[in-house]
């Protein structure tokens, strides 16, 4: 009976963890050579980091890949590629 007394809502008690990385690699991004990976609170961060990274470091690949998509593609690509990182 001490079970029912408890008030239900205050046993699922709220995760308070910190928050999942997301991550974006340059591997995941088919540059098996480089070690790069972008860490950040939001996907949005990651992009940017890997962004910046990759127009940097991977011209010729940056070049080559905005031959064969346009940005918005480009960019639906890579978000598909953001981990979560436990
Ligand atoms: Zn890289």
Same mark, same amino acid.
């Given at each position: 009976?001490?079970?029912?007394? !408890? &008030?239900?809502?205050? *046993? *699922? @008690?709220?995760?308070? *963890?910190?928050?999942?990385?997301? %991550?974006?690699?340059?591997?995941?991004?088919?540059? /098996?050579?480089?070690?790069?990976?972008?860490?950040?609170? &939001? /996907? =949005? @961060?990651?992009? +940017?980091? $890997? %962004?910046?990274? $990759?127009t940097?470091?991977? !011209? #010729?690949?940056? =070049?080559?890949?905005?031959? $064969?998509?346009?940005?918005?593609?480009? +960019?639906?690509?890579? &978000? /598909?590629?953001? +981990? #979560?990182e436990?």
């Amino acid at each position: 009976m001490d079970e029912s007394s !408890k &008030t239900p809502a205050r *046993r *699922r @008690e709220f995760k308070k *963890r910190k928050p999942n990385m997301k %991550t974006l690699s340059c591997k995941d991004l088919g540059i /098996s050579e480089c070690n790069f990976s972008a860490k950040a609170q &939001t /996907s =949005e @961060e990651a992009m +940017k980091m $890997a %962004t910046d990274h $990759a127009t940097h470091a991977h !011209k #010729d690949k940056i =070049e080559e890949m905005g031959k $064969a998509m346009n940005p918005e593609q480009m +960019k639906a690509m890579m &978000t /598909s590629k953001i +981990k #979560d990182e436990a």
